[in-house]
Protein backbone atom coordinates (compact mmCIF):
# COMPACT_ATOMS: atom_id res chain seq x y z
CA UNK A 1 0.00 0.00 0.00
CA UNK A 2 1.02 3.37 -0.93
CA UNK A 3 1.83 5.93 1.98
CA UNK A 4 3.33 8.99 2.68
CA UNK A 5 5.93 9.64 5.17
CA UNK A 6 3.59 10.40 7.88
CA UNK A 7 1.70 7.03 7.09
CA UNK A 8 -1.01 8.71 5.98
CA UNK A 9 -3.21 6.91 2.46
CA UNK A 10 -2.04 8.60 -0.97
CA UNK A 11 -5.22 9.98 -2.40
CA UNK A 12 -6.14 12.31 -5.18
CA UNK A 13 -5.63 15.31 -3.18
CA UNK A 14 -1.76 14.19 -2.15
CA UNK A 15 0.63 16.30 -4.14
CA UNK A 16 2.42 15.30 -7.34
CA UNK A 17 5.48 15.15 -5.77
CA UNK A 18 4.42 13.18 -2.86
CA UNK A 19 3.51 10.09 -5.45
CA UNK A 20 6.15 10.63 -6.88
CA UNK A 21 8.41 10.17 -3.87
CA UNK A 22 6.07 7.01 -3.06
CA UNK A 23 7.45 3.63 -4.19
CA UNK A 24 3.99 2.62 -4.83
CA UNK A 25 2.39 5.74 -6.20
CA UNK A 26 5.46 6.46 -7.77
CA UNK A 27 5.65 3.18 -9.75
CA UNK A 28 2.03 3.77 -10.33
CA UNK A 29 2.14 7.02 -11.61
CA UNK A 30 5.41 6.89 -13.79
CA UNK A 31 3.65 3.96 -15.43
CA UNK A 32 0.73 5.56 -16.34
CA UNK A 33 2.89 8.45 -17.68
CA UNK A 34 4.66 6.17 -20.00
CA UNK A 35 1.30 4.85 -21.64
CA UNK A 36 1.47 7.83 -23.03
CA UNK A 37 4.88 8.51 -23.83
CA UNK A 38 6.05 11.05 -21.45
CA UNK A 39 8.18 10.81 -17.76
CA UNK A 40 8.14 12.78 -14.80
CA UNK A 41 9.58 15.40 -16.30
CA UNK A 42 6.19 16.74 -17.89
CA UNK A 43 5.45 17.09 -13.99
CA UNK A 44 7.91 19.62 -12.70
CA UNK A 45 6.09 22.48 -13.42
CA UNK A 46 2.92 21.55 -11.57
CA UNK A 47 4.66 18.79 -8.69
CA UNK A 48 3.67 20.69 -5.61
CA UNK A 49 -0.32 20.92 -7.24
CA UNK A 50 -2.43 17.85 -5.88
CA UNK A 51 -3.05 15.08 -8.34
CA UNK A 52 -6.38 14.82 -8.52
CA UNK A 53 -5.64 18.75 -10.67
CA UNK A 54 -4.80 16.41 -13.61
CA UNK A 55 -8.53 16.34 -14.42
CA UNK A 56 -8.47 20.50 -15.35
CA UNK A 57 -5.08 20.87 -16.41
CA UNK A 58 -4.82 17.99 -19.03
CA UNK A 59 -8.31 19.39 -20.54
CA UNK A 60 -10.29 15.85 -20.53
CA UNK A 61 -6.99 13.40 -21.61
CA UNK A 62 -7.14 12.36 -17.71
CA UNK A 63 -10.23 11.65 -16.26
CA UNK A 64 -11.42 11.17 -12.83
CA UNK A 65 -12.00 7.50 -13.54
CA UNK A 66 -8.16 7.26 -14.25
CA UNK A 67 -7.36 8.84 -10.89
CA UNK A 68 -9.78 7.03 -8.85
CA UNK A 69 -8.28 4.12 -10.36
CA UNK A 70 -4.51 5.29 -9.47
CA UNK A 71 -5.80 5.94 -5.84
CA UNK A 72 -7.41 2.60 -5.35
CA UNK A 73 -4.44 0.82 -6.70
CA UNK A 74 -2.06 2.69 -4.64
CA UNK A 75 -4.34 1.58 -1.54
CA UNK A 76 -4.54 -1.96 -2.02
CA UNK A 77 -7.78 -2.13 -4.30
CA UNK A 78 -9.57 0.25 -1.65
CA UNK A 79 -10.52 3.79 -1.83
CA UNK A 80 -9.16 5.09 1.46
CA UNK A 81 -10.81 8.17 3.13
CA UNK A 82 -9.36 11.48 2.98
CA UNK A 83 -7.66 12.53 6.39
CA UNK A 84 -8.87 16.05 7.63
CA UNK A 85 -5.49 17.73 7.71
CA UNK A 86 -4.48 16.52 3.86
CA UNK A 87 -8.19 18.63 3.66
CA UNK A 88 -6.89 22.00 5.23
CA UNK A 89 -3.23 21.29 4.04
CA UNK A 90 -2.03 22.76 1.53
CA UNK A 91 -5.28 23.80 -0.46
CA UNK A 92 -5.19 25.40 -3.81
CA UNK A 93 -6.59 28.69 -4.14
CA UNK A 94 -10.08 29.72 -4.77
CA UNK A 95 -11.51 31.83 -6.50
CA UNK A 96 -14.09 34.95 -4.31
CA UNK A 97 -15.99 36.87 -6.62
CA UNK A 98 -16.93 41.05 -6.00
CA UNK A 99 -20.28 41.19 -6.25
CA UNK A 100 -21.63 44.22 -8.54
CA UNK A 101 -17.79 45.26 -9.44
CA UNK A 102 -18.88 45.64 -13.10
CA UNK A 103 -22.74 46.10 -12.95
CA UNK A 104 -23.75 48.17 -15.68
CA UNK A 105 -20.41 47.83 -17.16
CA UNK A 106 -20.01 46.77 -21.08
CA UNK A 107 -17.17 44.78 -21.55
CA UNK A 108 -15.72 42.94 -24.53
CA UNK A 109 -13.75 39.23 -23.98
CA UNK A 110 -12.07 37.93 -27.19
CA UNK A 111 -10.91 34.00 -26.84
CA UNK A 112 -13.88 33.77 -24.43
CA UNK A 113 -14.76 29.76 -25.27
CA UNK A 114 -11.73 28.81 -23.29
CA UNK A 115 -8.71 28.93 -21.33
CA UNK A 116 -8.26 32.33 -19.70
CA UNK A 117 -10.92 34.39 -22.18
CA UNK A 118 -13.37 31.84 -20.87
CA UNK A 119 -12.62 32.52 -17.55
CA UNK A 120 -12.11 36.31 -17.64
CA UNK A 121 -15.93 36.41 -19.14
CA UNK A 122 -17.51 34.51 -16.36
CA UNK A 123 -16.06 36.41 -14.10
CA UNK A 124 -17.03 39.69 -15.30
CA UNK A 125 -20.67 38.13 -15.75
CA UNK A 126 -20.71 36.74 -12.24
CA UNK A 127 -19.33 40.14 -10.84
CA UNK A 128 -22.44 41.80 -12.48
CA UNK A 129 -21.06 42.95 -16.56
CA UNK A 130 -22.66 42.57 -19.49
CA UNK A 131 -20.04 40.26 -21.38
CA UNK A 132 -19.46 40.59 -25.12
CA UNK A 133 -18.24 37.05 -25.67
CA UNK A 134 -16.08 36.35 -28.96
CA UNK A 135 -14.83 33.40 -29.76
CA UNK A 136 -13.88 31.40 -33.67
CA UNK A 137 -15.51 28.41 -32.52
CA UNK A 138 -19.67 28.58 -32.22
CA UNK A 139 -19.76 25.18 -30.13
CA UNK A 140 -16.94 26.26 -27.26
CA UNK A 141 -19.17 29.41 -26.96
CA UNK A 142 -22.32 27.81 -26.83
CA UNK A 143 -21.19 25.84 -23.79
CA UNK A 144 -19.90 28.91 -22.12
CA UNK A 145 -23.34 30.72 -22.11
CA UNK A 146 -25.24 27.57 -21.55
CA UNK A 147 -22.98 27.26 -18.29
CA UNK A 148 -24.36 30.76 -17.08
CA UNK A 149 -28.36 31.48 -18.03
CA UNK A 150 -29.16 33.85 -15.87
CA UNK A 151 -26.07 36.39 -16.86
CA UNK A 152 -25.94 39.03 -19.07
CA UNK A 153 -23.88 37.08 -21.80
CA UNK A 154 -23.55 37.81 -25.53
CA UNK A 155 -21.80 35.41 -27.96
CA UNK A 156 -20.76 36.38 -31.30
CA UNK A 157 -18.45 33.84 -33.48
CA UNK A 158 -15.68 36.42 -34.56
CA UNK A 159 -11.55 36.03 -36.00
CA UNK A 160 -10.36 38.81 -34.87
CA UNK A 161 -8.03 39.14 -37.67
CA UNK A 162 -10.82 40.05 -40.10
CA UNK A 163 -11.82 43.01 -40.11
CA UNK A 164 -15.42 42.44 -41.14
CA UNK A 165 -15.69 40.19 -37.75
CA UNK A 166 -14.16 42.64 -35.92
CA UNK A 167 -16.75 45.15 -36.88
CA UNK A 168 -19.59 43.03 -35.79
CA UNK A 169 -18.12 42.41 -32.30
CA UNK A 170 -17.96 46.32 -31.85
CA UNK A 171 -21.53 46.90 -33.07
CA UNK A 172 -22.83 43.70 -31.11
CA UNK A 173 -21.53 45.70 -27.73
CA UNK A 174 -23.05 49.17 -29.17
CA UNK A 175 -21.83 52.77 -28.36
CA UNK A 176 -20.85 52.59 -25.06
CA UNK A 177 -18.06 50.25 -24.41
CA UNK A 178 -16.65 50.35 -20.95
CA UNK A 179 -13.93 47.18 -20.55
CA UNK A 180 -11.65 45.30 -23.62
CA UNK A 181 -10.07 41.72 -22.75
CA UNK A 182 -7.91 41.01 -25.60
CA UNK A 183 -7.40 37.32 -24.69
CA UNK A 184 -7.83 35.14 -28.71
CA UNK A 185 -4.22 34.51 -29.09
CA UNK A 186 -2.14 31.33 -30.74
CA UNK A 187 0.88 29.57 -30.01
CA UNK A 188 3.59 28.99 -32.49
CA UNK A 189 5.87 25.91 -32.65
CA UNK A 190 8.95 26.79 -30.98
CA UNK A 191 10.94 27.64 -34.26
CA UNK A 192 13.96 29.83 -33.98
CA UNK A 193 14.65 32.91 -36.82
CA UNK A 194 16.14 30.65 -39.54
CA UNK A 195 13.27 27.83 -39.18
CA UNK A 196 9.84 30.56 -39.02
CA UNK A 197 7.40 29.53 -42.20
CA UNK A 198 5.94 32.15 -43.52
CA UNK A 199 2.51 30.74 -42.93
CA UNK A 200 3.58 30.17 -39.07
CA UNK A 201 4.97 34.09 -38.68
CA UNK A 202 1.46 35.48 -40.32
CA UNK A 203 -0.49 33.33 -38.74
CA UNK A 204 0.77 34.15 -35.38
CA UNK A 205 1.03 38.08 -35.85
CA UNK A 206 -2.67 38.20 -37.32
CA UNK A 207 -4.07 36.67 -34.43
CA UNK A 208 -1.63 37.69 -31.54
CA UNK A 209 -0.97 41.42 -32.90
CA UNK A 210 -3.22 42.79 -35.97
CA UNK A 211 -6.53 41.36 -34.27
CA UNK A 212 -5.46 42.91 -31.21
CA UNK A 213 -4.67 46.60 -32.92
CA UNK A 214 -8.16 46.00 -34.97
CA UNK A 215 -10.39 44.99 -32.33
CA UNK A 216 -8.53 47.97 -29.99
CA UNK A 217 -8.71 50.66 -32.31
CA UNK A 218 -12.30 50.34 -32.58
CA UNK A 219 -12.57 50.27 -29.48
CA UNK A 220 -10.34 53.08 -28.16
CA UNK A 221 -12.38 55.45 -30.58
CA UNK A 222 -15.72 54.90 -28.39
CA UNK A 223 -13.52 55.06 -24.95
CA UNK A 224 -12.23 58.51 -26.17
CA UNK A 225 -15.47 59.87 -27.04
CA UNK A 226 -16.77 58.85 -23.62
CA UNK A 227 -13.40 59.91 -22.16
CA UNK A 228 -13.43 56.38 -20.34
CA UNK A 229 -12.33 52.78 -20.28
CA UNK A 230 -10.60 50.10 -19.84
CA UNK A 231 -8.42 47.95 -22.12
CA UNK A 232 -5.89 44.47 -20.92
CA UNK A 233 -4.11 42.83 -23.37
CA UNK A 234 -2.95 40.00 -22.81
CA UNK A 235 1.11 39.30 -23.09
CA UNK A 236 3.34 37.16 -21.75
CA UNK A 237 6.45 35.60 -20.24
CA UNK A 238 7.87 35.40 -23.83
CA UNK A 239 6.97 39.13 -24.10
CA UNK A 240 9.62 39.42 -20.88
CA UNK A 241 12.39 37.30 -21.79
CA UNK A 242 13.59 35.40 -25.25
CA UNK A 243 13.44 32.16 -23.67
CA UNK A 244 10.23 31.65 -23.11
CA UNK A 245 8.62 30.89 -27.00
CA UNK A 246 9.66 30.57 -30.25
CA UNK A 247 10.53 33.78 -32.70
CA UNK A 248 7.20 34.29 -33.83
CA UNK A 249 4.95 34.10 -30.63
CA UNK A 250 8.26 36.07 -28.72
CA UNK A 251 8.08 38.85 -31.48
CA UNK A 252 3.80 39.18 -30.86
CA UNK A 253 4.26 39.61 -27.63
CA UNK A 254 6.70 42.57 -27.18
CA UNK A 255 4.52 43.67 -29.92
CA UNK A 256 1.98 43.18 -27.47
CA UNK A 257 3.71 45.42 -25.02
CA UNK A 258 4.80 48.32 -27.25
CA UNK A 259 0.66 49.05 -28.08
CA UNK A 260 0.16 48.90 -24.36
CA UNK A 261 2.66 51.05 -23.48
CA UNK A 262 2.15 53.70 -26.65
CA UNK A 263 -1.05 53.55 -25.91
CA UNK A 264 -1.53 53.93 -22.18
CA UNK A 265 0.78 57.06 -22.65
CA UNK A 266 -1.66 58.62 -25.27
CA UNK A 267 -4.66 58.45 -23.11
CA UNK A 268 -3.79 58.41 -19.93
CA UNK A 269 -5.21 62.15 -20.00
CA UNK A 270 -8.11 60.58 -21.41
CA UNK A 271 -10.01 58.97 -18.89
CA UNK A 272 -8.79 55.36 -20.31
CA UNK A 273 -6.14 52.96 -19.19
CA UNK A 274 -4.16 50.12 -20.90
CA UNK A 275 -2.74 47.51 -19.38
CA UNK A 276 -1.33 44.00 -19.87
CA UNK A 277 -1.06 40.87 -17.65
CA UNK A 278 1.62 38.21 -19.05
CA UNK A 279 0.83 34.83 -17.95
CA UNK A 280 3.44 32.23 -16.83
CA UNK A 281 2.70 28.47 -17.33
CA UNK A 282 -1.33 28.20 -17.71
CA UNK A 283 -3.16 25.24 -17.83
CA UNK A 284 -4.55 25.65 -21.29
CA UNK A 285 -1.47 25.79 -22.79
CA UNK A 286 0.68 23.08 -20.57
CA UNK A 287 2.50 21.67 -23.86
CA UNK A 288 4.16 22.89 -26.23
CA UNK A 289 5.29 22.13 -30.12
CA UNK A 290 8.73 21.82 -30.25
CA UNK A 291 8.89 21.64 -34.61
CA UNK A 292 12.45 22.51 -34.13
CA UNK A 293 15.98 20.62 -32.75
CA UNK A 294 17.35 23.81 -32.02
CA UNK A 295 14.34 24.92 -30.09
CA UNK A 296 14.28 22.21 -28.42
CA UNK A 297 17.39 22.04 -26.96
CA UNK A 298 17.36 26.13 -26.15
CA UNK A 299 14.16 26.12 -24.85
CA UNK A 300 12.93 23.01 -23.81
CA UNK A 301 15.65 22.34 -20.98
CA UNK A 302 14.55 25.90 -19.59
CA UNK A 303 10.79 24.93 -19.43
CA UNK A 304 11.56 22.45 -16.74
CA UNK A 305 12.23 24.50 -14.31
CA UNK A 306 9.43 27.23 -14.63
CA UNK A 307 7.37 28.12 -11.63
CA UNK A 308 4.10 25.55 -11.23
CA UNK A 309 1.45 26.05 -13.42
CA UNK A 310 -1.74 28.05 -12.99
CA UNK A 311 -5.65 27.50 -13.73
CA UNK A 312 -7.13 30.02 -15.86
CA UNK A 313 -9.14 31.72 -13.23
CA UNK A 314 -6.04 32.78 -11.52
CA UNK A 315 -4.95 34.72 -15.04
CA UNK A 316 -8.79 35.92 -14.34
CA UNK A 317 -8.48 37.76 -11.34
CA UNK A 318 -5.22 39.29 -12.06
CA UNK A 319 -6.83 40.26 -15.77
CA UNK A 320 -10.26 41.26 -13.84
CA UNK A 321 -8.70 43.26 -11.47
CA UNK A 322 -7.04 45.49 -13.96
CA UNK A 323 -10.48 45.86 -15.45
CA UNK A 324 -11.92 46.92 -13.12
CA UNK A 325 -12.21 50.69 -11.37
CA UNK A 326 -9.71 48.90 -8.28
CA UNK A 327 -7.30 49.45 -10.25
CA UNK A 328 -7.41 53.13 -10.27
CA UNK A 329 -3.72 54.73 -11.24
CA UNK A 330 -2.49 52.01 -12.99
CA UNK A 331 -1.70 52.33 -16.95
CA UNK A 332 0.86 51.46 -18.94
CA UNK A 333 1.64 48.45 -16.62
CA UNK A 334 3.08 44.56 -17.53
CA UNK A 335 1.65 42.81 -15.09
CA UNK A 336 3.81 39.18 -14.59
CA UNK A 337 0.98 36.68 -13.19
CA UNK A 338 3.54 34.31 -13.83
CA UNK A 339 4.16 32.62 -10.09
CA UNK A 340 7.42 34.15 -10.47
CA UNK A 341 9.00 33.09 -13.48
CA UNK A 342 10.09 36.81 -14.40
CA UNK A 343 12.08 36.98 -11.16
CA UNK A 344 14.10 34.00 -12.24
Not at 37 to 47: C, F, N, R, W, Y
Not at 144 to 163: G, H, M, N, W, Y
Not at 244 to 261: F, Q
Not at 339 to 344: A, E, L, M, Y
Request: glycine share 10%; net charge negative.
Amino acid sequence: MGMTEQNTPLTGKSSIETWLNDPVGGQLLRGFLAQGGQDDSSLAPIKTFPLQQLVALSQGQVSQAVIDELVKQANGGVMPEVPEEENEAGAPWVEQITPGRFSGKTVIVTGAGSGIGKATASRVAREGGRVIAADISAERLADFRASLPDAQIETIVADVAKPEDVDAVVALAGDTIHGLANVAGIMDNMTPLHEVSDAVWERVMAVNVTGLFLLSRAVLAKMYEAKAGSIVNISSEAGLRGSAAGLAYTTSKHAVNGITKSAAFTYATSGIRVNAVAPGPVATNIQASFDSELGQERIGTLLANIPQVAMPDQLAASICFLLSDDATNLTGVILPSDGGWSVQ
